[in-house]
């Protein structure tokens, strides 16, 4: 007999007394994710929700804010009892973008989540068999697709209403709580509703004798057990088979069962669905690449949620997540009768991330949170601009062209940053009318280089010999490296080709970058050019104020600090500013500072650490004016650094060469070699 805290009365006053939970798989992933704190945000123009539980973790989910809202808004229509209680959920995409590591961080936050004994699965097992007879040496039966012990309290009695009378009177459930419990109610599985029979008949009837027959236990979380979160990868046509999913008749079970009308007989366990079966995830992997019949156990299971194995049946309870890529995918849709089992999935279209800024986060995935090192077991340092020039060359191969903007207003409007004169609104029709093409690939983010392929270029960029014997992964080199990817990888000559032109518009950015590095390097300051920027659009604030003085004095409150400044505003150096970004007229001169205005109206109110230095026409031009104003002109600076003949220019090169190692992240090794970039002529725009 199981001791008191074993028992199914215990179980039930639990949870009559909230201190365990009876609901479906669904109901579970809902309420874990609706648990976490839900933020507004705003993604290539459009409201969106970010759900902060897919955000923890040292190595989370980045970006996908759509397909994790498609998700949770599926699972949180299954919990209310809508129609995609009946669907699988598909992610579809191209290779590389993250549908698998989306789903396994889910069933780990999942596993997690079931850890906590409030959240905690249970099911129920069948003791002292042998002396009911008909099992052999079978002592005890656990059942198969770990059930729970209230789906055995609906099933106590062959009677329904005398079910709900013992949960009315024996454990003190109101109607409504045991019509909430209904709700969930399915039937036992085969053997368990067999087993419970075979005891009833042995002890007459009497439920306290039947009730020393079963014993509660909590559903084991053991990943590797593959319980409550399964995965299935497609196997190859011959090896793959309905057994792997359903399971078979066990020929040790035949040995002791002497009646062929137990079910027991079938092992469900020898299958994965069997296994997550009690609330929990299965995750089909590429579930399209299943041969057919394969694919035709999932409608039936995906349909009916039972696992039918001879005409006999065991409910499951288990959210259906699978990935599959485009081509595979458009294989299986092109043949028209297999159109049963896409209607049964709720397919979510995978793109890949758009945003530079949140690629450096996934780029930082790539390039490895581990401390790397040569061949020769000497730590290799990073250059501090390599996650930059690495994410903005992948990204931008991820975005299509289009009339309306160029590849970096797209860029930078993807990432939520200012883009001249073209607004957020711009970019949403674009991807509004790049998404009414059928052809999914021609999607907004859905074609270019993706995790993978940065991975291997990175990978590459480790293994070359400049990089072993500088002891640096230098940044420029990952242009090289990314060249090599795109060569031998891509294989359509269209793709191949917008790919290149891709890199050197990365490389041209990555140049504007280094002009402003160096002008840092020069001024011996990490944010020379980020102050002088806000000096320029502090300016063209203050130089219509009223309390603005002969002197050209303007004091203001600085958003960042909320300190009284005093700032000089000088008008020579606010034209040389604008001649530089090509303003000619007053007009246009005024229709840009109005810009600007509004720009900082907008932006201080949200973020006071908003500095403007994602405009990058308006860093250039200050970047060129100080060059110009401070060194005759950044031609000059190239010449000293250069020829460093004389002591002047050597003393030079060696202070911006400090300058960099000290406060600028720089190793001796990358900081030559960007000096020697800036004064070459390369991927000058």
């Given at each position: 007999m199981p001791n008191n805290s074993k028992t199914l009365q215990y179980h039930l006053q639990e949870v009559k007394q909230g201190n365990r939970c009876f609901e479906n798989a669904f109901q579970s992933v809902s309420r874990m994710v609706l648990e976490s704190k839900i933020e507004k945000v705003v993604v290539n123009g459009k409201t969106t929700y970010d759900f902060s539980i897919f955000r923890e973790g040292s190595k989370h989910v980045i970006g996908m804010y759509d397909e994790i809202n498609s998700f949770v808004s599926y699972v949180k229509d299954a919990a209310e009892g809508g129609s995609s209680k009946e669907m699988a959920f598909v992610l579809v995409g191209e290779p590389g973008n993250g549908k698998t590591f989306l789903v396994e961080f889910?069933?780990?936050?999942?596993?997690?989540?079931?850890?906590?004994?409030?959240?905690?699965?249970?099911?129920?097992?069948?003791?002292?068999?042998?002396?009911?007879?008909?099992?052999?040496?079978?002592?005890?039966?656990?059942?198969?697709?770990?059930?729970d012990p209230m789906i055995l309290a609906m099933s106590l009695f062959e009677n329904p209403d005398q079910n709900k009378e013992y949960l009315a009177k024996q454990i003190g459930f109101s109607d409504k709580e045991i019509d909430q419990l209904y709700d969930n109610y399915r039937p036992l599985?085969?053997?368990?509703?067999?087993?419970?029979?075979?005891?009833?008949?042995?002890?007459?009837?009497?439920?306290?004798?039947?009730?020393?027959?079963?014993?509660?236990?909590?559903v084991p979380l053991t990943e590797s057990l593959g319980t409550v979160t399964g995965k299935y990868p497609a196997k190859d046509k011959i090896t793959s088979s309905s057994v792997d999913l359903l399971g078979e008749e066990s020929i040790q079970r035949l040995l002791h069962i002497t009646d062929t009308n137990n079910p027991y007989r079938f092992d469900l366990r020898r299958g994965a669905l069997a296994r997550v079966a009690g609330g929990g995830i299965h995750f089909s992997d590429e579930i399209y690449k299943n041969k057919k019949d394969l694919v035709q156990v999932y409608l039936g299971v995906i349909q009916n949620r039972n696992i039918e194995i001879d005409g006999y049946k065991w409910p499951i309870d288990t959210l259906i997540v699978a990935t599959s890529n485009n081509s595979e995918f458009h294989r299986f849709l092109s043949e028209k009768e297999e159109a049963p089992i896409v209607d049964r999935c709720r397919i979510c279209y995978v793109s890949h991330n758009t945003n530079y800024k949140l690629q450096g986060e996934l780029t930082g995935y790539a390039i490895g949170s581990e401390t790397r090192t040569t061949l020769n077991?000497?730590?290799?340092?990073?250059?501090?601009?390599?996650?930059?020039?690495?994410?903005?060359?992948?990204?931008?191969?991820r975005l299509p062209r289009s009339e309306k903007l160029t590849p970096v207003e797209t860029m930078?409007?993807?990432?939520?940053?200012?883009?001249?004169?073209?607004?957020?609104?711009?970019l949403a029709e674009v991807i509004d009318t790049l998404n009414q093409d059928?052809?999914?690939?021609?999607?907004?983010?859905?074609?270019?280089?993706?995790?993978?392929?940065?991975?291997?270029?990175?990978?590459?960029?480790?293994?070359?010999?400049?990089?072993?014997?500088?002891?640096?992964m230098f940044a420029y080199d990952i242009f090289r490296s990314l060249d090599r990817i795109i060569l031998d990888y891509v294989t359509d000559a269209n793709d191949r080709a917008k790919y290149l032109e891709d890199l050197k518009i990365a490389k041209g950015l990555y140049r504007e970058r280094i002009m402003t590095e160096m002008f840092n390097a020069y001024m011996d300051e990490p944010y020379a050019i980020r102050k002088d920027v806000m000096n320029y659009v502090n300016m063209i604030i203050g130089i219509d104020a009223e309390n603005l003085g002969p002197d050209k004095m303007w004091k203001y409150k600085d958003p960042q600090t909320a300190e009284l400044k005093a700032l000089k505003i000088d008008e020579r150096y606010i034209n040389s500013v604008e001649e530089r970004l090509g303003l000619k007229s007053e007009e246009q001169r005024e229709s840009f500072r109005t810009s600007i205005r509004k720009i900082y109206g907008q932006k201080i109110s949200v973020d006071p650490d908003y500095d403007f230095m994602d405009n990058l026409e308006l860093v250039k031009a200050v970047t060129d004016v100080r060059l110009k104003s401070d060194i005759a002109g950044a031609g000059s600076l190239i010449g000293a650094l250069a020829n460093r003949t004389n002591e002047e220019n050597q003393k030079l090169y060696d202070r911006m060469i400090a300058t960099m190692l000290e406060k600028l992240g720089y190793c001796k090794t990358c900081a030559q070699k960007t000096i020697e970039y800036f004064c070459t002529q390369e991927d000058e725009k």
């Open positions: 889910l069933a780990a936050k999942y596993r997690g989540f079931l850890s906590i004994d409030k959240n905690r699965k249970y099911t129920f097992k069948f003791l002292n068999l042998d002396k009911v007879g008909n099992y052999g040496k079978i002592n005890t039966i656990e059942s198969q697709t770990y059930e599985g085969a053997c368990s509703s067999y087993i419970l029979s075979d005891i009833r008949n042995y002890t007459d009837g009497n439920m306290d004798e039947v009730l020393n027959y079963i014993e509660i236990i909590p077991q000497e730590n290799l340092h990073q250059d501090p601009n390599l996650n930059y020039a690495s994410s903005i060359a992948v990204v931008l191969s930078k409007l993807a990432a939520g940053e200012v883009a001249g004169e073209k607004s957020i609104k711009t059928p052809e999914i690939i021609n999607r907004f983010g859905q074609k270019g280089l993706g995790q993978r392929n940065l991975g291997r270029a990175i990978q590459l960029l480790i293994e070359s010999s400049e990089t072993n014997e500088g002891e640096c």
